[in-house]
């Protein structure tokens, strides 16, 4: 069968598995190119990586075993491939991954599993103790819009919403190009909360609070969790509506369980700010289409742009893995968006947002490379493969 892409409102229904695992390949290869020209003085030794499938969860697996040699742990909930079903990304990425790290001897384990539930928690406990290792470093980069909490069972489901005010903004149409008006009332009291307790720090620190009773973290171990800040012009449907809330309870986890972990093990708890990038949710998010793409306009000709495996690479070299403290902010924070935040970059990206239409969009910002971005992830417009080629089952890479 041919695979092509299904896109839905933004949003692409499927994935091809040899596009996903050349992706998978792509970045291992970034890492090994990276590698050689990198002096390390630390190293991370065993690494759980909750959300470990895609975005800045898979180029963080990535990073700590073929950049660190490490073992790593990746749990993940995906849908997994039929003979004429597809699965998600996701599930071919971790099949791309396991097949590369057996090829060059490196220890990996991948469970696909809900990482809210207890289940998946004792799971990787139980993996770890009969391994007789530790985890160093264990990154949470869950990206789910829903979540059982396993202790009470009540189901709760995030939303994107302003907050006390009405937003009223444009998007961008992947498959026509086209612009259109987007409004959203603001959240309930209800919706704020349920969102706090879906994409904020509470099955975080239920992770850390297990590891640590169960003996299964190392000491002086770091756990570090994905947040984002971005412009003031997103702020309105973003950092200050319900999403914003839950990032604000994130980082304020942080900050307690370094207190915790500092106590117990010696450890370190942080939040790290990374770049605004193409990811399956900030397609759908308004206003950042338009956002994105002049960023990347910007940032390519400036020669400062990176994508989830260039970050995080960075991120473990220059921030995690000196010899010296972890540098923050003012507010306790790691900043590998630095480059995105410049004043001169923002002001730049600002203007152009004002004087955008449908009929410069490909001349103003790079559309063009946010549509290949959007394709990659799921496994289409990825160099090297040809989409001509009829794939016999849908189940394996």
């Given at each position: 069968?041919?695979?092509?892409?299904?896109?839905?409102?933004?949003?692409?229904?499927?994935?091809?598995?040899?596009?996903?695992?050349?992706?998978?390949?792509?970045?291992?290869?970034?890492?090994?190119?990276?590698?050689?020209?990198?002096?390390?003085?630390?190293?991370?030794?065993?690494?759980?990586?909750?959300?470990?499938?895609?975005?800045?969860?898979?180029?963080?697996?990535?990073?700590?075993?073929?950049?660190?040699?490490?073992?790593?742990?990746?749990?993940?909930?995906?849908?997994?491939?039929?003979?004429?079903?597809?699965?998600?990304?996701?599930?071919?990425?971790?099949?791309?991954?396991?097949?590369?790290?057996?090829?060059?001897?490196?220890?990996?384990?991948?469970?696909?599993?809900?990482?809210?539930s207890e289940e998946a928690c004792d799971t990787v406990i139980e993996k770890l103790k009969s391994l007789n290792k530790k985890a160093d470093l264990v990154i949470y980069s869950i990206a789910s819009p829903v979540r059982t909490d396993p202790e009470s069972g009540?189901?709760?489901?995030?939303?994107?919403?302003?907050?006390?005010?009405?937003?009223?903004?444009?998007?961008?149409?992947?498959?026509?190009?086209?612009?259109?008006?987007?409004?959203?009332?603001?959240?309930?009291?209800?919706?704020?909360?349920?969102?706090?307790?879906?994409?904020?720090?509470?099955?975080?620190?239920?992770?850390?609070?297990?590891?640590?009773?169960?003996?299964?973290?190392?000491?002086?171990?770091?756990?570090?969790?994905?947040?984002?800040?971005?412009?003031?012009?997103?702020?309105?449907?973003?950092?200050?509506?319900?999403?914003?809330?839950?990032?604000?309870?994130?980082?304020?986890?942080?900050?307690?369980?370094?207190?915790?972990?500092?106590?117990?093990?010696?450890?370190?708890?942080?939040?790290?700010?990374?770049?605004?990038?193409?990811?399956?949710?900030?397609?759908?998010?308004?206003?950042?289409?338009?956002?994105?793409?002049?960023?990347?306009?910007?940032?390519?000709?400036?020669?400062?742009?990176?994508?989830?495996?260039?970050?995080?690479?960075?991120?473990?070299?220059?921030?995690?893995?000196?010899?010296?403290?972890?540098?923050?902010?003012?507010?306790?924070?790691?900043?590998?968006?630095?480059?995105?935040?410049?004043?001169?970059?923002?002001?730049?990206?600002?203007?152009?947002?004002?004087?955008?239409?449908?009929?410069?969009?490909?001349?103003?910002?790079?559309?063009?490379?946010?549509?290949?971005?959007?394709?990659t992830i799921h496994g289409f417009d990825v160099d090297g493969i040809d989409y001509s080629q009829a794939l016999e089952r849908l189940d394996q890479i």
């Open positions: 069968m041919i695979v092509k892409p299904l896109v839905r409102s933004n949003i692409c229904l499927n994935a091809h598995p040899k596009g996903c695992a050349k992706d998978v390949e792509n970045q291992i290869e970034y890492i090994l190119q990276k590698k050689k020209s990198r002096a390390f003085t630390e190293k991370p030794k065993t690494v759980v990586i909750l959300g470990a499938s895609t975005g800045y969860g898979l180029a963080s697996r990535i990073t700590a075993a073929f950049g660190y040699d490490a073992l790593t742990i990746g749990v993940s909930f995906e849908r997994e491939g039929g003979l004429k079903k597809s699965a998600s990304p996701g599930w071919y990425n971790n099949l791309a991954f396991d097949a590369c790290a057996k090829k060059m001897n490196l220890e990996s384990y991948t469970f696909n599993i809900d990482a809210f009540v189901f709760y489901k995030s939303v994107l919403k302003p907050i006390q005010q009405n937003f009223e903004g444009n998007t961008i149409d992947i498959l026509s190009s086209k612009f259109s008006p987007v409004k959203v009332e603001p959240a309930t009291e209800e919706e704020i909360q349920n969102t706090v307790k879906v994409m904020g720090g509470e099955d975080w620190e239920r992770w850390i609070h297990k590891m640590q009773k169960a003996s299964v973290l190392a000491p002086q171990v770091k756990t570090i969790a994905y947040s984002y800040v971005g412009p003031e012009l997103s702020h309105a449907i973003y950092r200050n509506g319900t999403i914003g809330e839950a990032k604000k309870h994130l980082e304020a986890t942080a900050k307690t369980l370094s207190q915790y972990l500092s106590q117990s093990v010696g450890g370190e708890a942080f939040v790290s700010i990374n770049k605004g990038l193409v990811t399956r949710s900030s397609t759908v998010i308004p206003i950042m289409p338009f956002y994105i793409s002049i960023l990347y306009k910007v940032m390519k000709r400036k020669n400062t742009h990176e994508d989830c495996i260039a970050q995080c690479e960075r991120l473990f070299a220059e921030r995690l893995y000196t010899g010296n403290p972890i540098p923050v902010d003012e507010n306790g924070l790691i900043r590998i968006d630095e480059f995105e935040m410049d004043p001169s970059v923002q002001e730049e990206v600002a203007q152009t947002m004002k004087e955008i239409t449908e009929e410069n969009l490909y001349e103003l910002s790079d559309f063009k490379g946010f549509l290949k971005d959007f394709y």
